[in-house]
């Protein structure tokens, strides 16, 4: 099955994507992330309490290292911008269209899977703005990474930045839990699509190496 441009689809104008064009770059992206050290090596986050004496205890991050991780949201990025040509939800919408019906649910579970990581109240992270505790959703708290550190310095976001960063570790945590938990989705989606198009999957993640997760315990 092809995925070429319906009959009531406009031409398409400055500023469009035809759809092969959103497939190849959705695929390539999905490529890109299954094959960063991050994905392929089975990079796991985790949280954890462990007991240094009988009456205390201690919050132990694991967290990926910085570069690896950078570069799998600089591919991540590719599918999270609205304006990139592999956009998670235009694509989705795209596949969805031309899609059997048999394939509505598997992807509809996809975007659903995609939406709660980025609002996640499990994932929350809490700021103090104006002497006020305000909780920002996982999506802010990727978003201003990206914006004002990643792969930008927006001034509008240094503030709000500064903010999140009071407790470097857990805004570190939830940003790479967040960012894990969209690549998941990015790849499901990728798979489908390959179901859709008669186009091979990426290779699996071996069942020998860790796959991606978040860890509990120490």
């Not at 050290?37 to 205890?57: D, K």
């Not at 899609?99 to 700021?127: G, M, S, W």
Request: glycine letters at 4%.
């Amino acid at each position: 099955m092809t995925l070429g441009r319906s009959k009531q689809s406009p031409r398409r104008g400055r500023g469009s994507s035809a759809p092969v064009i959103r497939l190849a770059a959705f695929r390539e992206a999905a490529r890109q992330i299954r094959h960063a050290s991050v994905i392929a090596q089975g990079g796991r986050v985790g949280l954890a309490r462990r007991r240094i004496s009988e009456t205390e205890s201690e919050l132990v991050f694991k967290l990926l290292d910085e570069e690896p991780f950078r570069s799998l949201a600089l591919s991540l990025r590719l599918v999270y911008q609205q304006r990139e040509p592999a956009h998670f939800y235009t694509v989705y919408s795209l596949v969805r269209q031309r899609a059997p019906t048999a394939l509505h649910e598997r992807l509809d579970a996809i975007r659903a899977q995609y939406k709660d990581a980025l609002a996640n109240a499990a994932f929350r992270f809490a700021v103090v703005q104006d002497g006020k505790q305000v909780w920002m959703a996982p999506r802010v708290a990727l978003e201003t990474w990206m914006n004002a550190a990643a792969f930008h310095q927006d001034s509008d976001k240094q503030e709000l930045f500064r903010a999140l960063s009071h407790d470097p570790n857990a805004f570190k945590l939830t940003t790479q839990i967040t960012a894990l938990l969209l690549c998941g989705c990015v790849l499901q989606l990728d798979d489908t699509i390959a179901d859709v198009t008669g186009e091979p999957q990426l290779p699996r993640i071996l069942p020998s190496s860790a796959t991606v997760g978040i860890d509990s315990t120490a």
